[in-house]
C-alpha cells in the first residue's frame, strides 16, 4: 500500500542536511549529506544502531538544533533563515515534540501541562481549555485532567505529553523513542493511537524508535547508519519475509 503523502507536496524536506561538532581532534560528523521527505498524514519510522544520529537528525528536523550543511524548508519556507526568536515561534506553532521521559512538569495538572503551548503561543488558559480537554478525553484520559504527572501510570504520562505536542495543531509532530519505557501492551496501545492521529488529522508523525512493532506499523523506515540514510522504504520492503 502507498503512504498516505503519495502524490501530495512534503510538508517537511531535508537536502544535503549535515552536522558536525568540534572537537580536540577535529570535527566529529554525526550526519552527512542527508536528503528526505515528509509527508502530510503519513508515520514515518527513522530505526539504525546507537549512535548513528537519529536523535540529532530529529534534532534538526525539529529545529531544535542548527545544521552545519544543508537546510530544512517546512511548507517551502526556509527552517534556518530565521532568528533564534522566529524560530521558537516557528517549533512552538508548526511542530509537536514527544520525548521518551515526557518532560512534563511536575507541578501542573495533566491539563495545564497539555495547555502549555497554548499559554506560550499567547492564549489563555480559559480559551486553551477546551481543546486541552478534548485532547485528553480522546486519548483515554478524561478522567485525568486534574491529576499531577506523579499521579499518573508512564503510559498516562507519555499519552498527556502526546496530547501537549498536539495542543497547538503542528502539521509534524516528532518523537524520541515514545514507548522506550512503556511496557508492551502499553506501547502497543500508543502505536496504534498514533497512527490513527496521523490518519485523522492529517498529521505527519516521525518517530526515532528501536522498537520493531512501531516500525512495522510505519508508512516509511528510514534507516541511518554512520550519520548517513541508507535506506527509504515501506516496512513491508525493509523486513522482507
Excluded at 526556509?78 to 512534563?104: M, P, S, T, Y
Excluded at 503510559?155 to 515514545?178: I, K, S, T, Y
Excluded at 520493531?212 to 523506515?221: G, H, I, S
Aim: hydrophobic share 45%.
Amino acid at each position: 500500500m502507498p503512504s498516505p503523502g503519495a502524490g501530495r507536496d512534503p510538508i517537511l524536506s531535508a537536502r544535503g542536511l549535515g552536522k558536525s561538532y568540534p572537537t580536540a581532534t577535529g570535527a566529529l560528523e554525526v550526519l552527512a549529506d542527508l536528503d528526505a521527505d515528509i509527508y502530510p498524514g503519513e508515520l514515518v519510522a527513522i530505526v539504525g544502531e546507537s549512535g548513528t544520529g537519529k536523535s540529532t537528525l530529529l534534532h534538526l528536523l525539529g529545529a531544535l538544533d542548527r545544521p552545519t550543511a544543508g537546510g530544512v524548508t517546512f511548507r517551502g519556507e526556509d527552517v534556518f533563515a530565521k532568528g533564534d526568536e522566529a524560530l521558537a515561534a516557528f517549533r512552538n506553532r508548526a511542530i509537536g515534540f514527544v520525548f521518551q521521559f515526557h518532560h512534563l512538569l511536575p507541578e501542573f495538572s495533566a491539563l495545564e501541562n497539555v495547555a502549555m503551548p497554548a499559554l506560550i503561543a499567547g492564549g489563555t488558559f480559559a480559551t486553551a481549555t477546551p481543546r486541552a480537554t478534548e485532547l485528553l478525553q480522546m486519548l483515554g484520559l478524561g478522567a485525568r485532567l486534574d491529576h499531577r504527572p506523579s499521579q499518573l501510570s508512564g503510559g498516562e504520562q507519555q499519552r498527556v505529553a502526546v496530547a501537549r505536542a498536539l495542543m497547538n495543531e503542528p502539521g509534524l509532530v516528532l518523537m524520541d523513542e515514545p514507548s522506550g519505557n512503556l511496557d508492551t501492551k502499553t506501547a502497543e496501545t500508543l502505536h496504534d493511537e498514533l497512527l490513527r492521529l496521523s490518519r485523522d488529522a492529517d498529521q505527519a508523525f516521525v518517530v526515532v524508535t528501536h522498537n520493531p512493532a512501531l516500525a512495522a506499523l510505519a508508512d516509511r523506515v528510514l534507516r541511518l547508519d554512520g550519520g548517513r540514510l541508507v535506506d527509504d522504504r515501506q516496512p513491508a520492503d525493509a523486513h522482507p519475509a
